[in-house]
């Protein structure tokens, strides 16, 4: 049983960082490090699983510069959604979340911060001098990145979504349309698990990520930080 002590009063704000400013954050600091191997329409752009292995090894020492640039800013990114996904789901327990919602979101944010970290720190290898010559390494680099960074990714992000969703659902907390975007973008978000044995599904991942990035801004601006009722943090 939980003291009187322990109990959230009505009123009470959630301490934590603008759940908003953090996913334009992590928003920024991800497209900003695609920019350099894939927005930029004066540079080659970055090599796609069904390219040949001259083709990687030929963008991967004409741009090492930029791939690092490229890990840096991804590295970051995993940074950024981690205090996302801890501070979302404090507040969700906070403001009185007694399911699974919050686990759940929990191991999916984590999942995909730290697939993400691994993505920028492969890349960073794959970049350093005298990598890139070794085709067979450079190729199963590569592949290993394209699983980490891409399924590795969405799965991972359909979760945090999916705990995020339901819970405030449930609760109320969340405008009936991120809830619902929520849902859905999950649901996609674990097809994209199918890409593991069918190539073709490999669309879902950006269908995944990039709504996502709307789905955490508009989530982190609108999940409430003041308490509504009487709730314990304990969660007895």
Not at 55 to 71: D, E, G, L, N, R
Not at 104 to 109: E, Q, S
């Amino acid at each position: 049983m939980n003291s009187p002590s322990n109990a959230v009063p009505t009123g009470a704000r959630h301490a934590g960082p603008n759940l908003g400013t953090v996913a334009i954050v992590f928003t920024i600091l991800f497209n900003l490090g695609l920019y350099f191997v894939s927005f930029s329409s004066a540079k080659p752009h970055f090599p796609r699983p069904w390219d040949s292995t001259d083709t990687m090894i030929a963008f991967f020492q004409a741009h090492s510069s930029a791939v690092m640039m490229f890990a840096f800013f991804q590295f970051g990114s995993a940074i950024a959604l981690g205090i996302f996904t801890a501070t979302a789901v404090s507040r969700l327990r906070f403001l009185g979340a007694r399911a699974a919602g919050p686990s759940i979101a929990l191991f999916g944010g984590f999942a995909t911060a730290f697939n993400t970290a691994l993505t920028a720190l492969i890349l960073w290898v794959m970049a350093y001098p005298g990598i890139a010559q070794n085709g067979a390494v450079l190729r199963a680099l590569y592949y290993l990145s394209f699983a980490t960074g891409g399924v590795g990714f969405s799965a991972p992000l359909g979760l945090l979504m999916a705990g995020i969703s339901v819970s405030a659902g449930f609760m109320k907390l969340l405008p009936k349309w991120i809830v619902i975007l929520g849902i859905v973008l999950a649901a996609i978000g674990e097809l994209s698990s199918l890409s593991l044995i069918f190539p073709a599904a490999a669309f879902l991942i950006p269908l995944t990520r990039f709504p996502g990035f709307v789905w955490l801004i508009a989530a982190g601006f609108t999940l409430p930080k003041v308490a509504s009722r009487v709730s314990s943090p304990a969660g007895e």
